[in-house]
């Protein structure tokens, strides 16, 4: 299956995702780049200003948000399947603008029969790192996601 196929197969559940759900309209909407060769994944995203922590700044969440994403989807290409994040750590570097270009790439280090360890980084077009991560990614069956109770 293309990449494009996978992806539009994960996008049917993931609609509303705040980062690359496209009918979120308080999302990201982010598009994703997936290098299967490389086992790599690069995102461009701008940040709106209604996403700053303190003035002018992007709120932390928003930086681990971001990595947790490509490293998640590093974990899917891999896996070609649905997965989730186990485990996430993200160090913080300098402070990204908002209304800013950020630049986020994510690649695959290890690979065992349940996990994907993958590192990511979120950069500005200068090169300045802004945030580096490091995750663990299972891979979970198509009908993981809790049953809402009905009212």
């Known amino acids: 299956m293309q990449q494009s196929e996978r992806l539009a197969n994960y996008a049917l559940n993931n609609d509303k ?86 630049f986020v790439h994510a690649e695959r280090i290890k690979v065992s029969k349940r996990l994907v360890e993958a590192k990511a980084e979120v950069t500005l077009s200068d090169g300045t790192v802004i945030a580096t991560g490091a995750g663990k990614v299972m891979p979970v069956g198509e009908n993981f996601a809790p049953k809402v109770p009905a009212e």
Request: net charge negative; glycine share 8%; hydrophobic share 40%.
């Open 17 to 102: 995702c705040f980062v690359c759900g496209m009918n979120n309209p308080f999302g990201l909407q982010v598009h994703l780049e997936i290098n299967d060769a490389e086992a790599s994944v690069r995102i461009e995203c701008t940040p709106p200003d209604h996403l700053q922590g303190w003035a002018n700044i992007l709120h932390g969440g928003i930086l681990s948000t971001l990595l947790d994403e490509a490293i998640n989807y590093v974990g899917i290409s891999t896996f070609e399947q649905h997965a989730v994040t186990a485990q996430l750590e993200v160090r913080f570097r300098n402070p990204a603008p908002t209304g800013v270009k950020l």
